[in-house]
T-cell receptor, first 116, second 113 residues
Framework: GAVVSQHPSWVICKSGTSVKIECRSLDFQATTMFWYRQFPKQSLMLMATSNEGSKATYEQGVEKDKFLINHASLTLSTLTVTSAHPEDSSFYIC????????????FGPGTRLTVL | DAKTTQPPSMDCAEGRAANLPCNHSTISGNEYVYWYRQIHSQGPQYIIHGLKNNETNEMASLIITEDRKSSTLILPHATLRDTAVYYCIVRVAGYNQGGKLIFGQGTELSVKP
């Protein structure tokens, strides 16, 4: 139980294009999902909290117009990196919070984004 | 959420118990201790969590001191596949508490044959 998937697992795009990453909770409903970013040799940094049916809450320093988050259903949240640049290349990881087990977060496998 | 302190790295022999310490001296009464691990290039994996009692599951045991200022994650029989970065995080549980997980640098555990 408590499986979270992400798609795609890796993506390469040209500078200036937009990339959409999907995060799905496969066997539970998640009213809240989270998006993290991880650069090489660094820890995970929380980007935003995604709430089903409402606007995402972004952490300080994260551009909400660049990283668009949509949480349209209880099992799906998407992160769109708009007008991507090489400095956006990173490992993007989502998590979904289970409403059982004291709202433990379960993580997806991550998406490796490379912007050329 | 309370800050945690972990050693940056540890080694463990395969088949032996791995004991990973974590200090959380400013933990509040309603904060839980969570442990996750991240194997290279994968998303973090939930291991275990607890409030004040010791906890055990199929993956590990969590020992929390009586004053709750520190804890130890125990992998009873470490294998090579347990090589990963282990994160100790304290946070308030419950829907209305926000639920953010703030990751520190963790402990890089290397299990050696």
């Amino acid at each position: 139980g408590a499986v979270v998937s992400q798609h795609p697992s890796w993506v390469i795009c040209k500078s200036g294009t937009s990339v959409k990453i999907e995060c799905r909770s496969l066997d539970f409903q998640a009213t809240t999902m989270f998006w993290y970013r991880q650069f090489p040799k660094q820890s995970l940094m929380l980007m935003a909290t995604s709430n089903e049916g409402s606007k995402a809450t972004y952490e300080q320093g994260v551009e909400k117009d660049k990283f668009l988050i949509n949480h349209a259903s209880l099992t799906l949240s998407t992160l769109t990196v708009t007008s991507a640049h090489p400095e956006d290349s990173s490992f993007y990881i989502c998590s979904a919070r289970s409403e059982t087990s004291l709202y433990t977060q379960y993580f997806g496998p991550g998406t490796r984004l490379t912007v050329l | 959420d309370a800050k945690t302190t972990q050693p940056p790295s540890m080694d463990c022999a395969e088949g032996r118990a791995a004991n990973l310490p974590c200090n959380h001296s400013t933990i509040s009464g309603n904060e839980y201790v969570y442990w996750y691990r991240q194997i290279h290039s994968q998303g973090p994996q939930y291991i275990i969590h607890g409030l004040k009692n010791n906890e055990t599951n199929e993956m590990a045991s969590l020992i929390i001191t009586e004053d709750r200022k520190s804890s130890t994650l125990i992998l009873p029989h470490a294998t090579l596949r347990d090589t990963a970065v282990y994160y100790c995080i304290v946070r308030v549980a419950g829907y209305n508490q926000g639920g953010k997980l703030i990751f520190g640098q963790g402990t890089e555990l290397s299990v050696k044959p």
